[in-house]
Each structure stands twice: as structure tokens, then as C-alpha cells.
């Protein structure tokens, strides 16, 4: 064999493992690009202290009787303590949307002794059938609303929004999903069904 193509071969040799070794650098930088994209995808979307995702701007959990504002994923207020809908009248579980707000809603249903409409102040409705945040005693259970203390209520009521999230949890309830974004027939103006807000009863 002449010396010329000795040094030929050993020059193909050379580059050959020259772009060998590169490919299997650029692979392997692929493939920890993959891998990084794949735990990113993987890791988990809770709120730390809740039962709720990122994605709420409200979270409710109906087992513990504690409620939470949050925003980008972080907690902005609570948990702080709630009273939801008692026996026959549950607060219903799943993903809901803020429907409407009324700063001094009266129950459309319920009276007071006295005649009057009861009061739901700081009313924040995010289920059809009137279910809402408002102002009432966290230690007497509701008729589907979710009881806040006066100043949580109305903290809740300035906090959410129109079309925000809010999450109600109970108990291994994730995939129960009452997403009540396809609400019909009602306007939100309505009452829980016998909650009467501040009226005491």
C-alpha cells in the first residue's frame, strides 16, 4: 500500500470519528433538552398548602372547611375559615368560573323574621343556582354558598374577578369536574337556596 494512501485512510479515519464524536454530542445535548422538557411537562401544577392547581384564583377545600385567594400560583390570602353547604345542600365540587359580583346581593328566596330579603353582602357567584362567596357566619353551615367572615368577604369580593378560576375540592375529587362554564338558564343574580348571609339564622 503507498504511503499516499496510508495518509489518506488515516485522514478519512480521523474525520470520520471527529463527526461520530460531534453527532453524539449534539444527541446527547438533544436528548437533555428532551429529558429537561419532559420533567418540566411532568412536574407537578399544585399550589403548595392547598388542594387546588395554579390556575385558580380562588380554592375552596370543603374536608378542612378553609378557603384561599391566590394569584400566579402563590397564596395571597388564607387559608382562612369558611362554612359551606350542610347536609342536602352541598357545596358542589369542581372547576367553576366567577359568574357575578354584588356587593349587596339580597336572597331572592329567603326572608328574614322581619319580612325582608336576606342580605348575602360581598356576594361573588361562580356557579348557576346562586351558589357564591358573601359574608356569613363561617361556624353555621350554608345552603350551597360558602360563608366568609366579613372582612374575608369582602377581600374575596375586591380579589376575583369576572371569568376566574375557583376551585372547589372535597375529599379525592380531582377528576370530578363540574366546570361550570356551560351555565344556562340562569343569570347569577339568584341565592344559594336558603342562606341568608349576616341575617343570623
Known sequence: MSRHFKVAN???AFLSAAVLGMSCLAGAAFAGTALADDNA???????????CSASARACVDLDSQKAWLMQDGKIVRGPVAIASGGDGEETPPGTFHVISKDKDHKSNEFKMPNGQEAPMPWSVFFEWGGIAF???SPDRASAGCVHLNPADAQAFFNTLQVGNEVQVHKGDDSSDDNSGDDNSGDDG????GGDDGDSGN
Not at 411532568?42 to 388542594?51: K, L, M, Q, R, Y
Not at 343574580?189 to 344559594?192: F, I, K, L
Open 41 to 51: 411537562d411532568s412536574a407537578p401544577d399544585g399550589v403548595a398548602g392547598t388542594p
Open 134 to 136: 358573601h359574608s356569613g
Open 189 to 192: 343574580s339568584g341565592d344559594d
Open 10 to 12: 488515516r485522514r478519512v
